[in-house]
């Protein structure tokens, strides 16, 4: 590399690539300097610092204020400026990738299925690569290599091989932007999505307004024939969807957000945003849902805390004086409680917190989890044996056979 090709190229790299020159020529004497220290050997007080002229591209090596000269030396010179080159080179196009990405955290993208890392999906997106995070999929979708995949842009870190772009088809608002893509009312601002609950793989409840009373916002959603939900659940690999028609009224919005179940009364608390709520003895089951999934999810979709009630249980605590606000699920029906709580990975015989710690770390943090994986996926967790992952499978089927 001659002298004033080295300008020239770092002039090149502060228009093309936003580095600045200054930086540049630091970088290239710092790397000139160890790499002559290699050549020569100085006294500990001394140091050796190397000088690249800004207008001639000549790089001259010091010992103090004295010069070094030595045949070596402009060979040496050349090749570490070249590496530094390739080197910033590659730092560039990283904060190039890195800065891009940052400004797209909460969009969807879409990519291609590369390979399988230890429950991590590897995406090619082309300039990089992503991945998602087994706890950011779905429990119910399978992918193979090759396949087209669109998630959302969940974080972008800042690693030393590079930007890690992290994907999630978990989050809530992976939900949220696929409703924004699909219903040009919602990106246009018309219909605004009020909020979002979500039980992955299984159900997701979203409740919709609409800013114009010409336009109605489920019927915006459902689209014609339902063909904008039906594309948003086969995205979803039939997870299902309940559109609910947002209300400042609370008791509409509740009584939305159960929906199918009917409510027959309802009592509000408005200071602790808790509500009692009595159905039919035949509505409890639909109230309550498989596994309280109905009842979890509107609870969080109008962000109240909802205690069901039989209308037998109800009219006896009224004969019985006792206070519904204290009264809590378990529901008695026939005889037989039914948990609004969800029962968890704490609830498996013989699971102590070192082995539920290390159940989650793996991503195994739900009963369904467990029970739909194989012997061999458990055998990964620390500590399981063969014996004891098939006995973790069939006690977590058992707990959710009993639940529903």
């Known amino acids: 590399m001659e002298s004033g090709d080295l300008i020239g190229i770092l002039e090149q790299l502060e228009r093309d690539k936003g580095i600045d020159k200054k930086i540049l020529i630091e970088a290239v004497e710092a790397a000139v ?3 002559a220290k290699k050549l020569w050997t100085v006294d500990k007080e001394e140091e050796i610092r190397a000088v690249l002229d800004a207008t001639t591209g000549t790089i001259t090596a010091y010992v103090g204020n004295e010069e070094i000269r030595s045949s070596e030396f402009g060979r040496i010179a050349a090749q570490t400026a070249k590496q530094v080159i390739i080197q910033k080179i590659r730092e560039a196009e990283k904060d190039v ?3 891009e990405y940052c400004a797209r955290v909460g ?3 879409s990519g291609g299925v590369y390979r399988f890392e230890k429950g991590n999906i590897i995406i090619d997106l082309g300039k990089t690569e992503a991945y998602i995070p087994k706890k950011e999929q779905s429990p119910k979708e399978e992918f193979r290599q090759g396949d087209r995949i669109r998630a959302y842009v969940l974080d972008v870190k800042k690693e030393n091989r590079g930007p890690q772009v992290v994907l999630s088809r978990a989050h809530p608002n992976f939900v949220k932007r696929l409703f924004e893509l699909e219903v040009p009312e919602i990106y246009e601002g018309i219909v605004e999505i009020k909020s979002i609950s979500r039980n992955v793989g299984e159900r997701t409840k979203i409740s919709v307004y609409s800013k114009d009373e010409k336009v109605d916002c489920v019927g915006a959603c459902v689209g014609m024939r339902g063909s904008r939900v039906k594309n948003i659940v086969t995205e979803l690999h039939g997870e299902k969807i309940d559109i609910v028609r947002y209300s400042s009224d609370i ?4 009584q939305a957000a159960l929906s199918p179940a009917e409510i027959s009364q309802i009592q ?3 200071e602790d945003k808790k509500a009692n709520i009595i159905v039919a003895d035949d509505q409890l089951s639909l109230a309550i849902g498989k596994r309280g999934q109905n009842v ?3 609870s969080k979709l109008v962000g109240w805390e909802l205690n069901l009630f039989s209308m037998d249980q109800w009219n006896q605590m009224q004969e019985e004086g006792e206070d519904a606000a204290e009264v809590m699920a378990p529901i008695e029906k ?3 409680k039914e948990e609004i709580e969800e029962i968890t990975i704490a609830d498996l015989p013989g699971v102590g917190k070192k082995m539920i710690d290390q159940l989650q770390e793996a991503a195994f943090d739900t009963l369904d989890k467990i029970a739909d994986a194989t012997p061999e996926e458990l055998m990964k967790v620390k500590g399981l044996g063969k014996t004891k992952a098939e006995k ?3 006690e977590a089927k058992t707990l959710l056979e009993q639940c529903e």
């Open 251 to 254: 008791k509409e919005y509740v």
């Open 97 to 99: 990738v890195f800065t």
């Open 296 to 298: 979890r999810l509107a």
């Open 334 to 336: 026939n005889g037989v």
């Open 107 to 109: 969009e969807i993208i």
């Open 392 to 394: 973790l499978i069939s």
């Open 33 to 35: 300097a160890s790499a």
């Open 268 to 270: 509000l608390d408005f």
